[in-house]
């Protein structure tokens, strides 16, 4: 079922991979995102966060679909910032994913083998990047070899994609330090049944920093976040 799921978004690339190819194409699926971007709570706050100091950060791309609604946001909102957009395009580390992660009938094996396609995504990302203008820094490799040698200064809006306790909690120690106060960090597994260990290593985070796991209804589909209290350190 999981490898139909990403056959099919394969195969929806495929044909979005012709539609860039023309001008019109192009304008299509620029306005498509827009779209998209209109239903997504994700969406409205990072538009909250665009006269802040700090770029944007996004770990856990997979094929770009977030990353894509992202990038359209910043440029239709005039916004001067950096993109990185983190992930091993080769799926999750095998040693990473534990019983933490898994619900009953969900075993290791299978969620190992998710998001393994996703190799020719890079250049995918750094078409889209030129078509439209918009800076992508690609950063490819497992967060904790990349997030470390990432020069990064501030930063205003966080998103994490990365479904595991391992990567939630990886990400969040080396980049929420970086987060400008009032700046935003979403959690997209937050409230999820399938990936239990996303929730877990956001509490545990927050358990010893200020910062309230909100969820944000603004827009048809919610998101959960923290937005940086205004005196909080790291
Ligand atoms: C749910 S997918 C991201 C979905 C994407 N945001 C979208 O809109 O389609 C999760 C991604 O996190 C990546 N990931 C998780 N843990 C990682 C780690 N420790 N290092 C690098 N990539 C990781 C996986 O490779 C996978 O592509």
Same mark, same amino acid.
């Given at each position: 079922?999981?490898?139909?799921?990403?056959?099919?978004r394969l195969e929806r690339d495929l044909k979005l991979d012709e539609m860039l190819q023309s001008e019109s194409g192009r304008a299509a699926f620029w306005s498509e995102l827009g779209e998209q971007a209109k239903k997504d709570?994700?969406?409205?706050?990072?538009?909250?966060?665009?006269?802040?100091?700090?770029?944007?950060?996004?770990?856990g791309v997979y094929r770009g679909s977030s990353l894509f609604r992202i990038c359209q946001a910043l440029k239709q909102g005039g916004a001067d910032k950096a993109?990185?957009?983190?992930d091993s395009f080769e799926g999750f580390p095998d040693d990473r994913v534990t019983t933490r992660d898994t619900t009953l009938f969900r075993p290791l094996t299978k969620l190992r083998a998710k998001f393994r396609l996703a190799s020719d995504v890079p250049d995918r990302i750094q078409r889209f990047s030129r078509h439209y203008g918009v800076? !992508?820094? /690609?950063?490819?490799? +497992?967060? @904790?070899?990349?997030l470390p040698t990432l020069a990064l200064d501030?930063?205003?809006?966080?998103?994490?994609d990365v479904d595991i306790y391992e990567s939630?909690?990886?990400?969040?120690?080396?980049?929420?330090?970086?987060?400008?106060?009032?700046? !935003?960090? /979403?959690?997209?597994? +937050?409230? @999820?049944s399938k990936w239990p260990g996303a929730k877990r290593a956001v509490d545990e985070f927050f358990s010893?920093?200020?910062?309230?796991?909100?969820r944000s209804t603004a827009r048809e589909d919610a998101a959960w976040f923290v937005r940086k209290p205004l005196a909080a350190g790291a």
């Open positions: 079922m999981a490898l139909k799921h990403e056959q099919e709570s994700l969406i409205d706050l990072l538009e909250g966060t665009l006269s802040l100091e700090g770029d944007v950060i996004e770990c993109v990185y957009a983190c800076p !992508v820094q /690609v950063v490819k490799g +497992y967060f @904790s070899n990349t501030r930063l205003c809006f966080i998103h994490l939630y909690k990886e990400c969040l120690e080396r980049l929420y330090p970086l987060l400008t106060p009032g700046g !935003v960090v /979403v959690f997209d597994d +937050y409230g @999820s010893t920093r200020p910062g309230k796991v909100e």
